[in-house]
Every structure is written in C-alpha cells, then in structure tokens.
C-alpha cells in the first residue's frame, strides 16, 4: 500500500459521488466526462487554487494545514469516519504520529479478562485493529465457534475466516453488508496504521485470494464502528439479529472490545439462551478466558 495511492484514490472516489446538485452547483448543459465532481469545483467549493487541489489529490497532503483539511471535507461532504481518515492520511503523508501511537505488545491484563469473563449473559470479545480475536467470554467464543473449526485456541481472524474459508460465508446471512463493514474495518485501521507490517501482509493476502475483498477494497470506504446490529447463522441455534456495541480499551491502546445483545422477550434473546444452554455442554474453555495462547500483537 502507498500512502499516495491510497490519498490519489480515496480524494477521487469521494469526488465521483457528488453531483454538482449536490454540491449547490449550477449544472451546465452538456455530457461530462467524469462522474461526480470537476477537480475544479473541489476547488472552488474548497477555497484553494486549482493547481494546489490537483497537488492534493496526486497524493501530496503533507503540508495541508488544518483549515485546508477541514475545507476539503466539507467540500467532499465526508462524514466523520472519512474526515478522520482524511487526517490519518494526511499524518501518515507527513510521516507524523497517527491517533493511536502507542500500541501495546503482550498478553492482555489479567484486570482486562475478568471483566471479560464477568459478562456471563452477553457474548463478547477484544479484538485489535487488523480484526484478530484476541479473547472472548463464554458466549463470545461459543457465538464464533464456527470461526473455530478445529476447536484449538489459535488466534483467529474475521476477515481471513470470513473471506478465505467455507464457513466464513455460512457464518455471515447478510454477506454484502457484512463485507461492507470488515473491508471498511480494515481500510480505516490502514490509515491509522500505515506502517503495521502485519496488517499490509493481511490485506496483501486478502487482495490476492479475494475478489470480493478486492472489489470491496477498491471502494475505499471507510467506517466507524461504534454501536448497530449484526446477524449470524449458527449452526446449533440459527440464524440471530444481535445489538452490538464496542468500545475501545483506553489503556490497552488499538484495542476494542466488543458485546452484542438482544432485547428480553424476543425471538434472538431466546435465540442467545440457546447458544448459552449449547456452550454448556461443549467442552470447558481455558479457565482464564483466553482464545489465544501465548503474547499476542495488538
């Protein structure tokens, strides 16, 4: 991945989506030869000379000031994931810090997993920025079981389960939607972290083998992921519509944990009851509610 790439296209592909309608534009008569807006009407609704925006979109962002940042957004209409991606970018340009510098190696903290196991009635995991399962409670781990195949307590990862293994797609009903948001995932994570060899071999990878990864990579969209909902096919209890929420671990920087829910009398509240009576009777998780052994990269 190239951080001028990556700026060249991610500045084009949200110029193409705005009509000039859109953007409080007179539109002339006449065919256009590029979908969305003119470079030179970025420009202008930007405040900048023609020359410098083609400057920006080339890939060149590191000497934006903030002002110059924030005019192209509202120019581009982003929405807040993509204003902050904007930024990422934009560090990352300029070789600065990004928001997240300083990320944590090691196993987690034993304070971090009883609180994890202390959630007994909804199922939650950690995960870190490049989508690894870190650890999860009881109904975490009996939920992405079928991400766990072979029963072993290897780190797993949701995008390489759901994109590179039969029962990845089993795994996700609402397929699109859910590509949607893993590559968004993974795309906002890249411009945080430009430099995570792990997560340019993950995406290397992904790109390879994945045309449906690569197609949904090609987009650029980008994505907050804070609260929503979130269907999964299970193969012991079916098909659940899950509330998630997800919260990032201030002191474990780059760390999200991640609890999904259903509301009491419903059809997916019973549905989780199930799964809680299913993980019963499989056999006994590691007492300390790791998924992973040994010190995990986050």
Known sequence: MSTESDIREFLASRRARITPQQAGLPAYGGKRRVPGLRREEVALLAGVSIDYYVRLERGHLAGASEE????????????DAERAHLYDLARAAAKRPTRRTRRVRGPLPDSVLRVLRAMTDAPAFIRNGRLDILATNTLGRALYAPLFPDGSARTVNIARAQFLTPQGRDFFPHWEESVNTTVSLLRTEAGRAPHDTELTGLIGELVTLSEEFRTAWAKHNVRLHHTGRKSFHHPAVGVLGLDFDA???PA????TLTAYSAAPGTPDHDALRLLAAWAATEEARPADGRTVAGPHDR
């Open 68 to 79: 110059v940042l924030d005019a192209l957004a509202g120019a581009l209409q982003l929405d």
């Open 252 to 255: 474990q920087p780059g760390l």
């Open 247 to 249: 919260m990032e671990l």
